[in-house]
């Protein structure tokens, strides 16, 4: 084939092979799948092979809605009539100020907040921090040991798991400072984190530098372990105390995964800054910075953007995902979901002995695999081969947390309850075989 008089051999998907992979991308960048995905609809996706799967992966947790479900669709579909791309800061359009609106209407602060729209989680935490700093004119961050934030250099800098995020790429920015995140299971419990939060403030760092706290409100990769919402209330009363911004970075606990629409109404706490991601877009990249509006409009003209953010289509997309919420009492859905996931792991948990813990709010489920219950030790090989054993049996998962041994379910909100029970046997017979 000639393109402009170029000749070019044009390889057929089919023709494509997992070693193709390996010739043409980094190798810390290889997939862990080894099939190429052909086809997904709601929560199932099928091979090249075609043999199909329960997506309990979900793309990292962005397919709350599902593969391609038909609200998005019409939206995408009804606005790639239109255009597809106008750099917000030059050109604004409607979807974008739609969506604005509609996450400050939601989201539960209880005082006038703005929304800026990028495109990625990183992009969205770097922001957060970039307003913090310039609304407080204070440097200092405090974060999490075991808490994710992204891959670049800030967020990496905040993020609080070494491996694989961090090793090698040092150093990272000196004014951040990480404490411990609350683990009940390895016995970290919330007063000592305050404690150790107080010694800081009181010995080691001016609480009066320190622009903001950041924190999930469930850790994602860190181990789906969730914060109680006596912890967060009591972060809440130290930073109001000394001017301390919270920041939420709620890019996996958004948009209705922990059974509320935000993580924030869960733990009924009420951060003054938010980071979104993942899920708020339907599949197509999309992240938010949400926060009180003096916050918000505290950087001069110009200081933030992006060229990508707030892509009309992302926006038409994210929209979508608000009607099937709306439309589709789709919170109602998850709470049944949640029932479902929650009898049937707690009754695995019971009848296998390398069960230590279940745990997480709403969906957003993890089970953490050791050698035995009494000597709780972390066993990343069987969480390995219960995922492997899981993949032969049609449920794709991923494993996170420091040592890797903690199984996650990150499937669409929308899934059928009768997918969602057929996963929950999938599951069990993967462990069976162990
Ligand atoms: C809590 C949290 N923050 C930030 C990020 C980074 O998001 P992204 O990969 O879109 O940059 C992630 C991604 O997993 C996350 O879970």
């Known amino acids: ?6 000749s070019v051999t044009v390889k057929s998907m089919s023709a494509q092979s997992m070693s193709s992979i390996k010739k043409n991308v980094p190798s ?17 996706i099928w091979d090249k092979n075609n043999k199909r799967y329960l997506d309990f992966v979900g793309g990292y947790a962005v397919l709350n809605t599902g593969h391609l479900n038909p609200r ?52 969205a935490v ?47 920015p000196k004014f951040i400072t990480h404490i411990d995140f609350p683990y009940d299971y390895r016995g970290i419990s919330d007063d000592k984190v305050i404690k150790q939060l107080q010694n800081l403030i009181s010995k080691k760092i001016d609480p009066n530098d320190i622009a903001a706290i950041v924190v999930e409100i ?18 809440r009363e130290i930073t109001k105390k000394h001017n301390i911004l919270l920041i939420f970075d709620e890019v996996q606990t958004g948009f209705g995964r922990t059974g509320e629409m935000f993580g924030a109404t869960k733990v009924n706490v009420e951060p003054d800054m938010v980071t979104l991601a993942k899920g708020i877009g339907g599949g197509f990249p999309l992240a938010a910075v949400v926060g009180k509006s003096k916050i918000m409009d505290s950087v001069h003209d110009a200081g933030i953007g992006s060229t990508f953010g707030a892509s009309p289509i992302s926006c038409a997309a994210a ?57 709780k030790t972390a066993s990343k090989e069987l969480a390995t081969k219960i995922i492997s054993n899981s993949k032969k049996n049609g449920l794709l998962l991923v494993n996170c947390g420091k040592e890797g041994n903690v199984i996650r379910f990150m499937g669409p909100l929308t899934a059928p309850l009768n997918q969602v029970r057929e996963a929950m046997e999938m599951f069990n017979n993967a462990l069976e075989k162990i």
């Open 218 to 235: 469930q850790l994602g990769e860190g181990g789906y372990i969730p914060a109680s919402n006596g912890f967060l209330k009591k972060l």
């Open 1 to 6: 084939m000639s393109i402009y008089g170029i």
């Open 72 to 123: 998005v669709v019409r939206r995408v579909k009804k606005q790639l009539n239109d255009y597809s791309h106008s750099c917000f800061a030059f050109a604004p359009h409607e979807n974008a100020v739609e969506l604005c609106d509609q996450i400050n209407k939601r989201y539960p602060i209880n005082q006038k907040t703005k929304t800026f729209l990028v495109n990625s989680g990183a992009e």
């Open 28 to 44: 810390a960048w290889y997939p862990t799948m080894d099939s190429f995905i052909a086809k997904g609809k709601n929560a199932e």
């Open 126 to 172: 770097e922001n957060a921090i970039k307003i913090a700093r310039y609304a407080t004119g204070r440097e200092k961050i405090i974060a999490f040991k075991g808490g994710f934030h992204g891959r670049t250099y800030l967020a990496m800098g905040l993020t609080g798991k070494e491996k694989p995020y961090k090793v090698g790429f040092g150093p990272f």
């Open 319 to 375: 929209l979508g995902v608000l009607d099937v919420f709306d439309k589709d009492n789709l919170l109602q859905k998850v709470h049944k979901q949640e029932l479902i996931m929650e009898k049937s792991l707690e009754t695995m948990k019971e009848n296998f002995e390398f069960i230590g813990d279940v745990r997480g709010y709403g969906i957003m489920k993890g089970v953490e695999i050791v050698e035995n219950k009494e000597n």
